[in-house]
């Protein structure tokens, strides 16, 4: 999933029951398969090290923009390694952190500094840049400064209110196709899973290995479904639910609930130590005072800064990550008892602050979810599905509609969402935590059903996203087991688990400096 000056409304629009339906700015939409083979010259690597990861190196590729036409207009996609150092190699491991649109060179050096160090070893951990995204090029931005605070509300009081939300996120979606042009045809999963298989053939080898979180399961599923003899070994953790109906627009609406259920376990937290927050012992009483602290910064942002949207975004990120509720907590504590504002604009620029890099995630999100699938095109099924999902789950529905209705408006039509049911892998390995919010638990397990051999591992009772290489030492002792010997877990036949780990601890007050802090974010934040 996610995050995030009215123009004036240069499409025809008509107003139909009181809401608007909208014509996307016509571009060329027809987008040809990927190609089996691209053809690459080697990788020239240099270091690019720093001190967590000083053995890091960087490089470069060109890949066809257009896949199905080999020798036509390249683009360039980043790469990083960190090479293998045993004797026996088991070749490339390609690492990809979610997104769509999130860069992934940082990701190659957190891998291999935390997986065990025999299995490091004999992996040459590749990470990359997503084309659109990070150091390739070109380099999406398509509206700069688009979400830099104070943005609107997210929650219409009013039909005026929507209708400005509904022309801004038309004019980013215009800005898009007015900048990039054709290049938008070519931003989509399958071009990104060719790429793939380009630094697959630069790297010069027969088969990789891919671990992928997030975005990067449903990314590292199509790889797979497109090229499934050059898998070595394929990890997805925290998955997207490959189903049709779920790729990407019903995906949004799943979210939507189990982001506010994720909530509602915030608010329990909060009054569990109410010595510590002073909000109440109740969990309903500290429900209301933070929706009574998102209507005041409705109304007046705090610092001139954090608004009601601004608030929605820095405490999403405890929906996906139970690590920031310290540190969240004190922001609501500070503003809601002690009338203090600083703690809670910290919490914001820590967590979830505007910047060019995220900037450069969201045009590459909006740019591949939206070309990858339909999207509604008529407002009126936004307005109704958001009404009424936003009865039953008010956290996140307003917010996540205005980050991607975008793809209402999108100078590109759309693909078909890839089958990737597959029996041509060998073992493969899924992880899902139960109560994962970005990507819900049902995801894992259609995934496990669509591809023949794969052993799910279960954590009972988590909450956060991305769950490997995160302090679990139940979870890493299978990912590193399968990495090294290509062996899985094998259930019982009772319920769709093969293998099942506890939840980590719940956090503690006073706990913000041990939020997870990682050099390079091992999930993105910006994105599904």
Known sequence: MKRHTLVAFA????LVGGLLTLAPPALADD??????????TPIAWKSCGSSNYPRLECGSLQVPMDHSRPDGQKITIAVSRIPHTAAKSLGPLLVNPGGPGAPGRGLAGYVAKNLRPEVAAQFDVI?????????????????????????PGTVPNDFGDELANIKRVYTYAKACGDKYGDFLKYMNTPAQAADMDS????????????????????????YAKLFPSRVKRLVLDSIVDPSRDSVWYGGQLTQDVAFDANMKAFFAWVAKYDANYRLGTDPAQVEKAWYTMRAALDKT?????????ELEDAFAQGGYNDAYWAELAEGFSGYAVDHVTGPLRTAYE???????????????????????????????????DAVKTYAKAPFLTWNNVWFNAACAFWPTSSLKPVNVANDKLPKTLLFQATNDAATPY??????????????????????????????????????????????????????????????????VPNAAQAKLKADAPKVSKTAM
């Not at 910047?355 to 070309?371: F, H, I, K």
């Open 350 to 384: 820590d967590l979830a602050a505007a910047s060019s890099a995220n900037d450069n995630v969201n045009s590459g999100y909006l740019a591949t979810q939206c070309r990858d699938a339909a999207w509604p095109k008529d407002w009126a099924t936004w307005h109704r």
């Open 199 to 222: 630094i697959r053939a630069a790297l010069g080898a027969r088969q990789i290995s891919y671990f992928g979180y997030s975005y990067g399961t449903y990314l590292g599923s199509v």
């Open 301 to 309: 942002p705090a610092e001139g800064v954090v608004g009601a949207s």
């Open 442 to 507: 049902e995801g894992g397990v259609t995934m496990h059903r669509l591809l023949r051999d794969s052993a799910l591992v279960v954590e009972q009772g988590g909450r956060n996203h991305g769950i490997s290489l995160s302090g679990s030492t139940c979870l890493d002792d299978y990912l590193n087991e399968y990495l090294i010997t290509g062996k899985t877990p094998k259930g019982n036949g009772h319920g769709p688990a093969d293998a099942v780990c506890q939840k980590q601890p719940d956090p």
């Open 31 to 40: 987008s040809p398969a990927p190609s089996a083979e691209s053809a690459s």
């Open 127 to 151: 990470g990359f840049d997503p084309r659109g995204a990070g150091a390739s090029e070109p380099h999406l931005d398509c509206v700069p400064g688009f979400n830099n605070p104070v943005r």
């Open 11 to 14: 499409a025809a629009t008509t």
